[in-house]
Structure formats: structure tokens, C-alpha cells
């Protein structure tokens, strides 16, 4: 089992899109429409080699979507399947997006996620990401958060 995430491939993009579905179809009840991951167009970010995903068991089982910017790198979704959630693996993930962010010579990594995502907050807050802004975006409650790189 290897937890080292490469780019994805065009024949990863129902995997990728199953994923993201599961990952995020609870949260719709609680924000009142479909998070903004559940509407990307995951066969461009695959074709612009922004997307990510790990394999468990032969299977795509977490993705990554990691957009250069000019002065830090958007960490713009993470997502594991629900059956290797608990696992460790989106920590890896994590992880993996911060290393990227180094060797890519960025002092600074961001995200935003839903208001609604409290446990998301909770967890980015536990790991270094510190809330830098609030704000509506395409109808949606953001909050944005950026962790300096050591």
C-alpha cells in the first residue's frame, strides 16, 4: 500500500468525481446546494495536471487539487473516499500539499472552505491553517485560511 499521492490521469476522472460526490453529498442538506468541489469540472483540473490522487487497493481512494498562485499554493480540495476516511490518509494528503508548497519555494500555503464545514475549520485550525478572512463567493460562505511554511 502506497500513500503517495501522483497525478491523475483522465481514467482517474470517475474515480476522482465519485469521490468528491461522496465526500461532500452530507454537507448539501446544511449549506442548501451542492458544495463548490461537487461542481468543478474534475477533466480540466486532470488536463491542467492540478489534480492529485492516491490509491489503496488498486483503487483511487483520496485526491488532491493543488492551484500555483502567484504568491502561495491554493490547496483548493481534499477529499477521501468514505471508506478510507478514519485511516490517516487525508492527513497524508495534507502533508503532501504543504511538501509540495515548499519545494515549489512558497512560504505560505491557503484554502477556503464553507462556514458550514465547522469540522473542517476545526481540523485545518488544529494543524496550523489560521482564518485570515470571511467572505461570499458565488452565493457561498467562505472561510479562508493560510498556514505559514516553516
Same mark, same amino acid.
Given at each position: 500500500?502506497?500513500?503517495?499521492?501522483?497525478?491523475? !490521469?483522465?481514467?482517474?476522472?470517475?474515480?476522482?468525481?465519485?469521490?468528491?460526490? @461522496?465526500? %461532500?453529498?452530507?454537507?448539501?442538506?446544511?449549506?442548501?446546494?451542492?458544495?463548490?468541489?461537487?461542481?468543478? =469540472?474534475?477533466?480540466? *483540473?486532470?488536463?491542467?495536471?492540478?489534480?492529485?490522487?492516491?490509491?489503496?487497493?488498486?483503487?483511487?481512494?483520496?485526491?488532491?487539487? *493543488?492551484?500555483?498562485?502567484?504568491?502561495?499554493? *491554493?490547496?483548493? =480540495?481534499?477529499?477521501?473516499?468514505? @471508506? @478510507?476516511?478514519?485511516?490517516?490518509?487525508?492527513?497524508?494528503?495534507?502533508?503532501? @500539499?504543504?511538501?509540495?508548497?515548499?519545494?515549489?519555494? %512558497?512560504?505560505?500555503?491557503? *484554502?477556503? !472552505? =464553507?462556514?458550514?464545514?465547522?469540522? =473542517?475549520?476545526?481540523?485545518?485550525?488544529?494543524?496550523?491553517?489560521?482564518?485570515?478572512?470571511?467572505?461570499?463567493?458565488?452565493?457561498?460562505?467562505?472561510?479562508?485560511?493560510?498556514?505559514?511554511?516553516?
Amino acid at each position: 500500500m502506497s500513500d503517495d499521492p501522483r497525478l491523475a !490521469t483522465m481514467e482517474d476522472c470517475p474515480a476522482v468525481e465519485a469521490i468528491v460526490k @461522496a465526500a %461532500y453529498s452530507h454537507y448539501v442538506p446544511r449549506i442548501g446546494r451542492e458544495p463548490g468541489p461537487m461542481r468543478d =469540472n474534475y477533466a480540466t *483540473l486532470i488536463q491542467d495536471g492540478r489534480v492529485h490522487v492516491v490509491e489503496r487497493d488498486g483503487a483511487v481512494a483520496g485526491l488532491l487539487v *493543488l492551484i500555483p498562485e502567484q504568491e502561495t499554493l *491554493l490547496l483548493d =480540495n481534499v477529499a477521501v473516499a468514505p @471508506a @478510507a476516511q478514519e485511516t490517516g490518509l487525508g492527513r497524508k494528503l495534507l502533508e503532501f @500539499a504543504e511538501r509540495t508548497a515548499r519545494d515549489a519555494g %512558497y512560504r505560505s500555503i491557503r *484554502l477556503y !472552505t =464553507n462556514e458550514a464545514m465547522t469540522e =473542517n475549520i476545526a481540523l485545518y485550525s488544529r494543524i496550523g491553517y489560521v482564518e485570515t478572512r470571511r467572505g461570499e463567493e458565488t452565493g457561498l460562505r467562505r472561510v479562508y485560511m493560510t498556514k505559514i511554511l516553516g
